[in-house]
């Protein structure tokens, strides 16, 4: 089978008469069921039932035009990728992250993004972390910036920032009153505290879960959200715990004097990285996107620290 004959198969197909495939695909139609009568002598059987009105595949044609249809999206993937590497200025990026990454990141990355390449189109999904993963590695997104471990095989992961996991600890809280800021504190130092619970799917919540595990005492859990900017809110100004990273430590915290305290004996694995398939064709444009995302990070976390 050639493309040619998978094509027009195909066409007859949908069509449900030779005629009408003639006219679609610009062909007389004597020459068109001269190709059909040519498959059919090769393959030692009919591939239409033409005794019906519109004509009707036969179980041997179904298979045919199965096997035609993979041949036609296989060329078609091909020529796809060929067209980026001739390209590589314009496509479609499926970006994966997380609502509260996408309002940093978002917002410093497209001015400088955009105007460099007009002609790629990006689709976001925006969820947690794990749920990203499991997107990146089922073919759903081309790259993800999630906190992740780089720990699957399959997956390339360029570091774009490091997290701190600490306690966010709101001013009326008694583990703000009991310690300064900054101090290294054990999850145990904030037993007695409410805390504040994101949806499984968010990378602090797997840690989260680890660190209670291996702490063996469950704390009073005020409120599970999906929104990692509500869980701040509520924790800050109810005076109840989280279990976050440094980098959500802004000027909103700050202001209703919510406190930070890292983790004793605590080291992180978890990073925001960059993360596509091994086996996929990255374009310039996705190269690009993610140096641009990690260069804009680092200098925003350094006017902020400033």
């Not at 900054?182 to 660190?211: C, N």
């Not at 305290?261 to 091994?278: D, G, I, M, T």
């Amino acid at each position: 089978m050639n493309l040619k004959q998978a094509q027009y198969i195909k066409t007859i197909a949908q069509c449900g008469s030779i005629t009408a495939a003639a006219k679609k695909l610009f062909v007389s139609q004597p020459s068109l069921s001269q190709m059909l009568r040519q498959v059919e002598q090769e393959i030692g059987m009919p591939i239409f039932d033409r005794s019906t009105s519109p004509i009707r595949l036969t179980f041997a044609g179904e298979k045919y035009l199965h096997a035609a249809e993979r041949i036609l999206a296989a060329n078609s993937e091909l020529e796809s990728q060929l067209r980026e590497i001739r390209q590589e200025h314009a496509g479609r990026l499926r970006l994966g992250i997380s609502v509260t990454r996408a309002m940093q990141v978002m917002p410093l990355v497209l001015p400088i993004f955009t105007p460099m390449y007009p002609n790629v189109t990006l689709e976001l999904t925006e969820s947690g972390s794990a749920t990203l993963e499991e997107l990146l590695q089922n073919g759903s997104i081309d790259l993800a910036l999630a906190a992740l471990e780089s720990t699957s095989t399959n997956l390339a992961y360029e570091l774009i920032e490091k997290e701190e996991i600490g306690i966010l600890a709101g001013r009326d809280s008694a583990t703000a009153k009991r310690f300064l800021p900054g101090t290294a504190i054990s999850l145990e130092d904030t037993q007695g505290d409410s805390f504040v619970y994101l949806t499984k799917g968010h990378s602090s919540r797997v840690i989260q879960d680890k660190l209670f595990r291996r702490s063996g005492f469950s704390p009073h859990v005020l409120l599970e959200t999906d929104s990692l900017e509500v869980a701040r809110r509520v924790a800050v100004e109810a005076g109840a715990c989280m279990v976050v990273s440094n980098i959500y430590m802004d000027e909103y915290v700050r202001q209703r004097r919510g406190v930070f305290f890292p983790l004793k004996n605590y080291e992180n694995h978890r990073h925001l990285y960059a993360c596509y398939r091994k086996d996929e064709f990255i374009p310039r444009y996705v190269r690009d996107f993610i140096q641009i995302a990690a260069r804009v990070l680092a200098q925003h976390r350094k006017g902020t620290a400033e």
